[in-house]
């Protein structure tokens, strides 16, 4: 019975209608987790989801969105809104987000978007879907403090340039103050060699 | 702070050690010339800006620890990065406020002897020069002023935005850059979308869209007759410098803009010589607008 399901919150209902994508993708009906809205809302600068009400500025103020045909910040939203969840943490466009914060600036109804679709993106991280070039960002963070290997002859360099030497990072100290932190999940499947990905061009 | 004897311990960030030695010896020569002090930011780290995709919390630690190890120096931060300023100020006013906060990451920090107290600020150089040092006194140390050189600014998104955690700057109408440009002598002009990002945080995810944001912007840029495109951060810098003749090739065009960082320009309009200034380490020839620069005259 139709009220039934309705009545049981947990319920997990099948979206009747394609919700209408940008671009190539074709709309296809996705499972709806109608909880998955109240998860994004706890994780820290998910908060402000609930507020939109679609108007796209995002979107036609966004500089990848003029260049994507993937990537749409008020689509993102609204899927979120829905329960889309894997349609949104399983994507490529997620990590399309190049954090300029322009619709966070421009948002009439103070949603922080950036920021809601970097809570989605630590949400998928914490499930494992994480683009290779971050797991070598974290790799090189863990062993050196920073996040790129800084070749031996870019610390000479310096003294040539008549620059002071670099500090090192103190790497143990480092090391204990990220201990409680549940991030070495996210270097599974790294690369042995950060030549394998470009992380920077 | 008063005028003389501006003293910050100045905090680098990896994009600059990593590959953007001009940006850092410059600034450090101008800083020096107007007098500022710089004490080395001893055991730092990254600021968490690039890992805050992965873990916010990851970031808030990071950005943290920096602010903590400033702290024992007992000096305000300066950065040459706006994203590595915009992380440590966010993460600084965000701690200060929330008390819960502040305690959870006070309990990490404590495992490496650390403590975040909220008793500094962090500047990122275009600020602590407007604010700090200020106009007048940058106007004072021209020896050479520009006079007649076109140039355009990219102040880049992170110098201003989020609006709400940043706001020494308008991120509609960016105008610190511009006025310090002006400083010199030089004329900054307009152009079609200056507030538009560089797209150097998709560059490992999407080359294309990241190159077209560098093609789009050149473009722009040259409509305006603009001799050089100015930065004043290390990520915007490399996507127009570094990466101009990779979206050159990927467009089948040219562009041939010259992109200086504003402590190149202001220590030209200093008198000072471009090898002091590591001009050699650009990678588009710089060397007309040098020519145009070191005809103007010096002031004696």
Sequence with gaps: ?201 | MGVAGAKYTIYLGCAIPYRVSSYELSARKVLNRLGVELIEMPEFNCCGLPLESLSHKLTLLLSARNLAIAEQVGLNILTLCPGCAGTLKKTNKVLKEDKVLREEINRHLSKAGLEFKGSIEVKHISQALIEDIGLDRIKKAILRPLKGLRVAEHSGCHLSRPRKHIGFEDPENPKVLKMLIEATGAKCVEYLGETECCGSTIAAIDDKISLSLVREKLLHVREANAEALITICPACHIMYDANQMRAERMFGEKYGIPVLHYTQLLGLAMGMQPNELGFDELRVNPSKILERALEAKQRT
Excluded at chain 1, 33 to 56: A, D, T, W
């Design chain 1, 1 to 201: 019975m139709l009220h039934e399901k309705y009545a049981n919150k947990d319920a997990i209902m099948e979206e009747g209608e394609g919700i209408i994508l940008s671009g190539s993708e074709k709309a296809s009906p996705s499972r709806v987790n109608p909880k998955f809205k109240y998860e994004v809302l706890r994780v820290p600068g998910g908060e402000s989801l609930i507020h939109c009400f679609q108007c796209g500025t995002c979107t036609s103020d966004c500089p990848v969105a003029r260049f994507s045909d993937k990537y749409r910040p008020r689509s993102i939203i609204r899927m979120a809104q829905l329960g889309l969840k894997d349609r949104v943490l399983d994507s490529d466009f997620l990590w399309l987000c190049a954090s300029c914060f322009t619709c966070t600036d421009r948002c009439p109804q103070g949603v922080e978007v950036a920021s809601v679709i970097r809570a989605l993106k630590n949400m998928a991280a914490m499930e494992g879907r994480i683009p290779q070039a971050f797991k070598i960002l974290l790799g090189n963070l863990i062993k050196t403090g920073y996040i790129y290997e800084i070749p031996e002859s870019r610390i000479k360099r310096r003294e040539t340039l008549q620059l002071p030497p670099l500090p090192k990072t103190n790497v143990e100290s480092l090391t204990k103050s990220l201990q409680n932190l549940d991030i070495k999940r996210f270097l599974e499947g790294l690369p042995q060699k950060s030549s394998e990905v470009r992380v920077w061009v």
